[in-house]
């Protein structure tokens, strides 16, 4: 099952928000907006952004299908997203040997990770949003964990105006919604229920810039 976060979103862009890319020269190693934990993940094309949204919904698929609590889906997530055995629930590779989660995790840090280091749920938004040319700054699928720093799954970016405005309608008709990200500094924020908000605002996004590109 995938967690359902009981929150009320707001479809509608908020007003008066600062739009645009943040300047070069206050991007750094760690990223811009001062998270902690964060990176900038560079260019993304369209074609890697396809990829990973793929990649992301067949993962999101196997772990929905594997768990039935929220605390499963977090730790087979988890496993996934560091390649680490250990965090899978206890018993787990024992009564499933045969299971594709099970192989795909493998036997600890040696593999690359399965989703470039970006969590399950948020990974094909944050390239999907980069790849139309936003500057995505932080995201979090929400964990059970108290060290989650948001409580619905999130993604905070920045945009030119029209590039805004073009993501508006996908946002709405997926469910998820618009918030000022101004706090950290010239951002703004994506929020949904559930990280299958996410995947499907994703796939729009990617969809429908090979109709009509935001650019124009």
């Known amino acids: 099952m995938i967690p359902v976060v009981d929150i009320e979103i707001d479809p509608t862009f908020p007003a008066n928000v600062a ?18 934990g964060v990176w900038d993940i560079g260019d993304v ?24 609590t929220h605390a499963d889906f977090e730790a087979i997530a988890r496993a996934l997203e560091a ?38 749920g948020v990974a094909g938004l944050s390239y999907a949003l980069t790849s139309v040319g936003c500057f995505t700054a932080a995201s979090c699928r929400s964990h059970l964990s108290h060290h989650s720093w948001s409580e619905r ?14 993501l508006t309608p996908l946002v709405r008709d997926t469910g998820c919604g618009f918030g000022d990200g101004s706090g950290h500094g010239r951002l703004l924020f994506v929020e949904a229920p559930s990280i299958a908000n996410f995947m499907d605002l994703a796939d729009r996004i990617v969809g429908q810039v090979e109709r009509q590109s935001p650019r124009r």
């Open 83 to 120: 390649n680490d055995p250990d965090c899978l629930p206890a018993g787990f590779a024992a009564e499933h040997p045969e299971s594709e989660i099970v192989e795909l995790v493998g036997g600890g840090y040696d593999a690359e990770p399965l989703l470039g280091s970006l969590e399950l």
């Open 153 to 166: 799954p999130i993604v905070y970016f920045a945009a030119e105006r029209p590039t805004a405005h073009w």
């Open 45 to 68: 094309s369209h074609e890697e952004a396809v990829i990973m949204v793929k990649e992301e919904r067949r993962l999101a698929s196997l772990v929905d299908l594997a768990a039935s």
């Open 19 to 36: 739009l645009g890319l943040p300047p070069e020269d206050e991007i750094d190693e760690e990223g811009y907006g001062f998270f902690r």
